[in-house]
């Protein structure tokens, strides 16, 4: 079982605590603090993506497979800002799953409200037209698929849905799983297709932070020394191994 689940909201709002008003506050009131929403995460996602693509390079026709995705806003950055139509994702977590189409409206005037401001009215009304974008959590054009690469049926449905991969990645995703399981997951990653590459995007371990204990913490060279044959990209500094 890995070390960390988000199986929940509750799971999600225990890790993210984001500052929605990055360009501040007054501070006659406390600043609008948001969870695992689109309006913090979606600048993330940008940056993510963008690194990708000048780090790799890879032709827009690559058949892209991205693990423990969330709501696909990578991947939606990638196909939408860069031309990248050959993209499936997958996430295992039953609230992505639940809520992959639909809003985060009611997370966002909670935020708000919890401020004292009214999200339908004056300064709230102005912070929601930031914060807010309607339409659904996800909107890559494929839904976000619920498989955990366990056994060969789960790999083909992952496989056939573009007629092969070429790359996979996951997404800051291997900090949640033992040494043990990282391997069990890597071979079934290496099971999906004949990939020319698999990445790991990770947070590293970082000298003196304070990170949660309950994660799985390795430099890239860690993990690289854990999966020789596996590529590792640094979301601290951008570095690969």
Not at 66 to 93: F, H, K, P
Not at 104 to 123: F, K, R, T, W
Request: aromatic share 8%; with cysteine; hydrophobic share 40%.
């Amino acid at each position: 079982m890995p070390l960390k689940q988000y199986n929940s909201k509750a799971d999600f709002d225990a890790d993210y605590d984001l500052n929605g008003e990055p360009e501040g506050h007054p501070n006659t009131r406390p600043g609008i603090r948001l969870g695992y929403c689109r309006a913090v995460m979606l600048p993330v996602a940008q940056l993510r993506a963008a690194k990708l693509v000048e780090i790799f390079a890879w032709p827009t026709s690559t058949r892209i497979f991205m693990i423990g995705a969330g709501y696909a806003w990578t991947a939606e950055v990638l196909e939408q800002q860069y031309g990248y139509s050959n993209i499936v994702t997958s996430d295992t977590s039953p609230y992505v799953q639940s809520t992959q189409d639909q809003t985060d409206e009611a997370e966002i005037n909670a935020a708000i409200s919890a401020v004292g401001l009214n999200p339908a009215s004056g300064e709230g009304a102005t912070k929601k037209a930031r914060l807010y974008s309607p339409g659904n959590r996800r909107r890559h054009s494929r839904s976000v698929r619920n498989e955990d690469l366990s056994n060969g049926g789960s790999r083909n449905r992952i496989k056939n849905v573009l007629g092969g991969v070429d790359v996979a990645i996951s997404e800051d995703l291997i900090l949640a799983f033992s040494d043990a399981e990282v391997l069990q997951a890597a071979g079934w990653i290496d099971a999906i297709d004949t990939l020319d590459q698999v990445i790991h995007m990770v947070t590293e371990l970082g000298a003196g932070a304070n990170q949660n204990p309950v994660f799985n913490w390795k430099t890239i060279e860690g993990w690289k020394a854990l999966v020789p044959s596996h590529t590792f990209m640094s979301l601290n500094d951008w570095a690969v191994v």
